[in-house]
């Protein structure tokens, strides 16, 4: 019969491991459900331990029927952790407390779904910061262009110089605006890597584009 309070110790060990994690730009829900998953099964395994995790919200519905003691955490959301407990139980025998299990188990779900939530409100926050810097911009680009002593080739090279700015990565970042043939850059501009180009036509037919890159050696191109 193996130790009931060895087995609880080495549960609470795992938790806290897996508190440690920490999520990156490419995080997605199945990612911390493997993470978790994994973790358990390399830390825990030994006693036939088994998880598995749910997570829903408003837009997103997890359907699958799992096995197992339902251990559910809802905070903004719902995460359920399904445990294998009745084998547990059956492992440790008299020596299984079931309201200690019961307990930690409520902890490990709780300790998910926190991850969750702060993985959601963190997107939250980047993309309100990443609409702020868009509308400061703009922003910026109108008031030059409304200001009673406009130039437009000083207005131009004022918006080019802004325009990293608005950028989820503005120090990897670089612009150009192509005025009627003229040209208005950032220090250092070379045209590399994932761009964002617009070509159009002023008034009188003047041909103008806007071009921003990401230098070479950033990781999440993709995203931003």
């Known amino acids: 019969m ?11 060990r795992t938790i806290s491991k897996g508190m440690m994690w920490q999520n990156d730009k490419r995080f997605t829900y199945n990612d911390l459900i493997s993470f978790w998953i994994g973790l358990a099964d390399k830390e825990l395994g030994k006693y036939g331990f088994r998880l598995q995790v749910s997570t829903s919200d408003s837009v997103r519905k997890d359907n699958t029927e799992y096995e197992g003691t339902e251990y ?27 309201e200690r299990f019961d307990k930690v188990s409520n902890a490990m779900a709780k300790t998910i779904n926190l991850q969750v939530v702060s ?8 993309l ?46 670089e612009a150009r ?13 070379e045209p590399c890597g994932p761009g964002l180009v617009k070509k ?3 008034p009188n037919d003047i041909e103008c584009a ?12 993709d995203e931003a």
């Open 2 to 12: 193996q130790d009931f309070n060895k087995f609880l110790t080495e549960y609470l």
């Open 72 to 98: 559910t955490s809802e905070i903004n959301g719902k995460v359920s952790a399904f445990v294998n407990k009745d084998e547990i139980a059956a492992k440790f025998g008299d020596d299984f407390e079931p």
């Open 119 to 126: 993985y959601k409100y963190e997107k939250i926050l980047n």
């Open 128 to 173: 309100y910061t990443e609409r702020l810097k868009e509308m400061a911009s703009l922003r910026q680009a109108t008031l030059l262009f409304g200001h009673e002593t406009y130039d437009i080739m000083a207005s131009l090279r004022q918006i080019c110089d802004s325009l990293p700015h608005a950028m989820q990565y503005p120090d990897y970042a």
């Open 177 to 189: 605006i192509i005025y009627d043939g003229k040209q208005f850059k950032t220090k250092g501009f």
């Open 200 to 202: 159009f036509k002023c």
């Open 210 to 221: 806007i071009e921003v890159y990401y230098k070479p050696g950033i990781r999440e191109v």
